[in-house]
């Protein structure tokens, strides 16, 4: 009954946007993986694609993968990171690295946020560390984003005290401000600049005032924080610019712990409104969008079965249509390394670190099975749409539309 109601949605879908059924049914499938180097890492941070190359930061080898996306071959290694720092048998993510990574355009530097506190720079035609500048901070540098108009590096600190928000200038890789989040509780997560308006926004998980979340949004010239964003039920962590201003919450594990709360949130960020609630996908890390499919990306590497606290793990990413906020697509990963996404605009490639596989690839292939598909070492499951959920799994009057039209009767 599923994979019917699936097929007749491909079909209206296509239908209506007047594309070729087959279309409709293109879907992510494991197509390989990249086996660990030189050990099976069980700590990674974060994976980005810079124009055909995925990096991807890897704690336990210490080092940043390098993978070509064309052949999916990996081509080499950048070393000189902190690596994992073992605290009682686990990885203590507070005091290692490398973590964050950003591209600065037009300079073919790489910064990676390091477990000494510092942001190491690397030289992409070299693959070496040029420079390392050190935030003042006791524990890791961590995530990042790159304001284009003022040519800023903008970098957390979420571990020491009190989380830290440090602007680098990448011109003369000098720090020139830094914001401490005094009501952050839980540290701070991903921040984001946004280009149309010129402001960055950064993922607070949770503060004094707003326990299930906040987005802080700073001005990156004079550094005053111009509004703030509540949230509920969420405590994001990746945060992710898509079409005109959404920005869309990976909402983390605390929210299914605290409130039973399994969802991911797509944000308009000129009213500060909720504007699609993707239920279903939650407990999220990193997220990615694609321009080119105008689809979003979530490392749901912590969700528990029906969003539930007491319910059993159930890692996985999910793929979600941004122009209607359904979820199209779930594949099954883990809960250990697969907390990081990252996708290519130009080939679709998505790419996830896979605990004892390695990285592996996802191709956007048209199929024209609607079948559960199964790949050599990692399970892919095509979901029925929750549209079709909101519809109640293919109600008669959704039957009747897809016939109708189908046969060009009109609806009844
Ligand atoms: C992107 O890569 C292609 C080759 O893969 C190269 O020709 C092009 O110059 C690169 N573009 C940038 C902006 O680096
Ligand atoms: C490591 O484990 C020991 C014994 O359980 C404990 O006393 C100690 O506080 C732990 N250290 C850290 C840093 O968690
Ligand atoms: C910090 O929290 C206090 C209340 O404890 C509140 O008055 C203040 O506005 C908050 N500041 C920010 C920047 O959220
Ligand atoms: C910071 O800059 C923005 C944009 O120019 C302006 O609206 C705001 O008033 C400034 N805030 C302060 C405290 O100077
Ligand atoms: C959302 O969080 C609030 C505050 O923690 C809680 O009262 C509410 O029940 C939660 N909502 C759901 C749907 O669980
Ligand atoms: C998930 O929720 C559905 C509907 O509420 C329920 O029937 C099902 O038993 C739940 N599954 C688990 C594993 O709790
Ligand atoms: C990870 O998943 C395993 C089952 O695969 C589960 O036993 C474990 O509790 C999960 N860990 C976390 C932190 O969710
Ligand atoms: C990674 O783990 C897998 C599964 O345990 C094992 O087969 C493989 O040899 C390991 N690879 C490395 C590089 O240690």
């Given amino acids: 009954m599923k994979l019917l109601c ?16 087959a279309q409709a049914t293109a879907e992510y499938r494991l197509t390989t993986i990249l086996p660990w180097i030189s050990k099976n890492s069980t700590s990674v941070d974060l994976g980005i694609v810079v124009n ?26 950048i070393t000189g990171f902190k690596g994992a720092t073992i605290i009682n048998g686990t990885v203590n993510k507070p005091t290692s690295g490398p973590n964050g990574l950003l591209y600065i355009p037009g300079r073919n530097e790489l910064y990676v946020g390091d477990g000494d506190g510092s942001v190491k720079i690397v030289d992409l035609s070299k693959n070496t560390i040029v420079d390392t500048i050190p935030l003042g901070i006791s524990k890791r540098a961590d995530e990042m984003t790159y304001d284009a108009n003022n040519k800023l ?5 979420p571990d020491d005290d009190i989380a830290i928000l440090a602007f680098i200038s990448v011109t003369d890789r000098k720090i020139i401000h830094k914001i401490s989040f005094d009501n952050a509780t839980n540290g701070i997560e991903q921040p984001v600049w946004n280009p149309a308006d010129g402001l960055v926004y950064v993922s607070v998980p949770e503060s004094n005032v707003n326990t299930g979340g906040e987005i802080d949004v700073i001005e990156t010239t ?7 964003l509540p949230v509920t039920n969420c405590s994001s962590h990746g945060i992710v610019f898509g079409p005109s201003n959404q920005l869309l919450l990976g909402c983390s594990q605390d929210a299914i712990l605290a409130d039973s709360v399994g969802h991911t949130l797509v944000v308009d960020v000129t009213t500060g409104k909720t504007v699609e609630t993707i239920d279903g996908i939650g407990g999220a890390d990193q997220v990615a969008y694609n321009p080119t499919l105008n ?24 793929i979600i249509d941004a122009a209607t906020g359904t979820l199209l697509q779930t594949l099954k990963t883990d809960n250990v390394t697969a907390h990081a ?17 390695g990285i592996a690839i996802y191709d956007f292939v048209v199929g024209t099975s609607t079948t559960t598909a199964t790949a050599t070492t990692a399970t892919a499951t095509v979901m029925t749409t929750s549209a079709a959920n909101r519809l109640g799994v293919c ?9 109708a039209v189908f046969f060009g009767a009109g609806v009844a």
């Fill in 6 to 21: 699936r097929f007749l949605i491909a079909i209206a879908t296509a239908i209506a946007s007047g594309a070729n059924p």
């Fill in 52 to 77: 055909g190359t995925y990096y991807l930061s890897d704690r336990t080898n210490a080092v940043v993968h390098i993978v070509d996306l064309a052949s999916s071959t990996e081509t080499g290694r």
């Fill in 153 to 157: 590096a903008i970098v957390t600190g």
């Fill in 222 to 228: 004079n550094f005053t924080t111009t509004k703030i």
């Fill in 295 to 318: 689809y979003y990306y979530v490392a749901a590497y912590q969700y528990q079965v029906n969003g539930s606290a007491t319910g059993a793990a159930d890692p996985k990413v999910g």
């Fill in 341 to 357: 996404v990252a996708v290519d605009p130009k080939t679709n490639k998505m790419m996830i670190p896979l605990a004892g596989k």
């Fill in 395 to 403: 109600s008669v009057s959704l039957f009747s539309f897809v016939v």
